[in-house]
Nanobody, 125 residues
Framework: QVQLVESGGGLVQAGDSLRLSCAAS????????MGWFRQPPGKEREFVAA????????YYNPSVKGRFTISRDNFKNTLYLQMTSLYVEDTAVYYC??????????????????WGQGTQVTVSS
């Protein structure tokens, strides 16, 4: 079972960049497809990006494609989300999540079974 801890959130201005990290403990990180999700104030949790476990494929919400980059370092058991050209609308609590081991990537909240506690990202105008 993977356990996840996010870090790197904060208060930035529109146009700035920020990198989120998600440190994973447990033996199955390398075998798990991983994702980033976010929950804006008063809204439902939504998909941001996903990274496959083996072939390096990545998937993005169209609203962040070209601005955000998801990556992972299986030796460091860490998932990253590099965010650039941030918008006010990117303000949210950001969560990393893991699928059960050996399953394919997914963009759906319900397909992820392990979640971090979240890190707040606030973008001011």
């Amino acid at each position: 079972q993977v356990q996840l801890v996010e870090s790197g959130g904060g208060l930035v201005q529109a146009g700035d960049s920020l990198r989120l990290s998600c440190a994973a403990s447990g033996r199955t990180f390398g075998n798990s497809a991983m994702g980033w999700f976010r929950q804006p104030p008063g809204k439902e949790r939504e998909f941001v990006a996903a990274h496959s476990r083996l072939d390096g494929r990545t998937y993005y919400n169209p609203s962040v494609k070209g601005r955000f980059t998801i990556s992972r370092d299986n030796f460091k058991n860490t998932l990253y989300l590099q965010m650039t050209s941030l918008y006010v609308e990117d303000t949210a609590v950001y969560y990393c999540a893991a699928r059960p081991a050996l399953l394919a990537s997914s963009i759906f909240v319900q397909d992820y079974t392990t979640w971090g506690q979240g890190t707040q990202v606030t973008v001011s105008s």
